[in-house]
């Protein structure tokens, strides 16, 4: 069955950089498209980029404070699929959610298959 399991640094002063791991299971990550999302207090869930099938990331049009400092990579031995955050900021405060899907790479959350449990990012001194 497929699972997505995530993990990573919880707590990260301004400035500083982290990661976040997805680890994939119960399929090849090579037959997936893996897409990152977060959801800040209050707030929308909201996209932030979209590998599809070990592609070049497509980096959502509001992300443009975000693309310049993440970045993503994947590890298709390891069916991993990291997001790197650095120079964060207090706004990058937030639940961060791994999704998958088959056929879909975009934007809205509600075409994902499949969902990772999210993990808390605290940006903050």
């Known amino acids: 069955q497929v699972q997505l399991v995530e993990s990573g640094d919880s707590s990260v002063q301004p400035g500083g950089s982290l990661r976040l791991s997805c680890e994939v299971s119960?399929?090849?990550?090579?037959?997936?498209?893996i897409g990152w999302f977060r959801q800040a207090p209050g707030s929308e869930r909201e996209g932030i980029a979209c590998?599809?099938?070990?592609?070049?990331?497509?980096?959502?049009s509001d992300s443009r404070f975000i693309k310049g400092r993440f970045t993503i990579s994947r590890d298709n031995t390891r069916n991993t699929v990291s997001l790197q955050m650095s120079d964060v900021v207090p706004f990058d405060t937030g639940v961060y959610y791994c999704?998958?899907?088959?056929?879909?790479?975009?934007?809205?959350?509600?075409?994902?298959?499949?969902w990772g449990q999210g993990t808390q990012v605290t940006v903050s001194t």
């Open positions: 999704v998958a899907s088959r056929l879909y790479c975009g934007w809205l959350h509600r075409m994902y298959d499949y």
């Open positions: 119960g399929i090849n990550l090579e037959e997936v498209n």
């Open positions: 590998t599809s099938l070990g592609e070049v990331p497509s980096w959502h």
